[in-house]
């Protein structure tokens, strides 16, 4: 009985303190966002270390975004041939890649790739001026590090997550005229033309909303867990490992959660 009554007391603090951890995480995350809209009201932040961030999240990230977008091309019109050609509706190949590249595939695999590549580098970035007392010397010198060192890393990533998002979505689609040219022997005057004709501009802005949502979550994890480092280069490997695993689970969410919203309304 007392064994029974111990693994029972043992389950309920191993929820308990799982609970508490999540209940900080998330309002570790919230004051982080309120720190930095306070700063972006009115503006107050480093132009130009915005601009390297822009460069450095965009510029550095486009090769990176074009193979994978051309590659996501190739394998959604190999897919919808598959089924296409069962009821004999090739022409219909770049509505179906389409459909489902802009408004899902394209902005998800793009977000991940994002979150991999740049949020993972902020945390480490981030975490390595925590660790090495960086921020706290901007703060001895009166400098506030969110409008210094976070705000413009938000920026950036929010803005170039969604210019990211509409280079893919533009490479996916090249990927796909060829591979169906190529491969599957569609020619690809007819791939853009019934791409044209399905109107999919609903589902090319619904994807772009997307794409914003997710640059805004991947920037508020990344620099909530670079900030929060502690315990040394452990610390940070660490950090860089939660901030990764914590964007994609709030990429997911997120997703699913404006997927819910716009099949609601009928935006989709």
């Known amino acids: 009985m007392s064994r029974g009554r111990t693994s029972v007391l043992s389950g309920a603090a191993f929820v308990g303190n799982r609970s508490l951890w999540l209940a900080s ?8 966002l309120v720190h930095i809209v306070r ?5 107050r932040f480093d132009w130009r270390e915005f601009m ?22 190739a394998i959604m019109v190999v897919q919808s041939a ?6 004999h509706a090739n022409h219909m190949i770049g509505w179906g890649a389409g459909l489902t590249i ?51 890393r938000f920026l950036s990533m929010v803005i170039m997550m969604t210019v990211l998002t509409v280079l893919g979505d533009l490479f996916a689609m090249i990927g796909g005229a060829i591979t169906a040219q190529v491969m599957l022997g569609c020619d690809w005057r007819e791939f853009l033309a019934s791409l044209l004709d399905a109107q999919l501009l609903g589902e ?15 920037a508020v994890v990344s620099c909530y867990y670079g900030l929060s480092v502690r315990g040394g280069a452990r610390g940070v490997g660490r950090a860089v490992n939660n901030a990764v695993v914590a964007s994609a689970i709030g990429i997911f969410a997120v ?14």
């Open 255 to 268: 997703d699913y959660l404006a997927t819910l919203l716009c099949v609601e309304f009928g935006w989709l």
């Open 102 to 152: 802009f408004s899902e595939l394209g902005p998800l695999m793009i977000g991940l790739i994002f979150s991999g590549r740049v949020g993972a580098n902020n945390t480490a970035e981030l975490g390595t001026m925590v660790v090495t007392e960086q921020v706290h010397a901007l703060r001895s010198l009166a400098i506030d590090p969110v409008e210094y060192l976070v705000v413009p």
């Open 52 to 73: 390297r961030n822009m460069y450095k999240v965009g510029v550095k990230s486009y090769l990176v975004i074009i193979v994978v977008a051309c590659f996501t091309g």
């Open 82 to 87: 598959t089924y296409m050609s069962k009821i």
């Open 25 to 32: 995480v998330v309002g570790g995350m919230t004051m982080t």
């Open 39 to 43: 700063a972006m009201i009115p503006p």
């Open 204 to 218: 090319f802005v619904v994807g772009l909303c997307k794409a914003c949502l997710f640059g805004f979550t991947i």
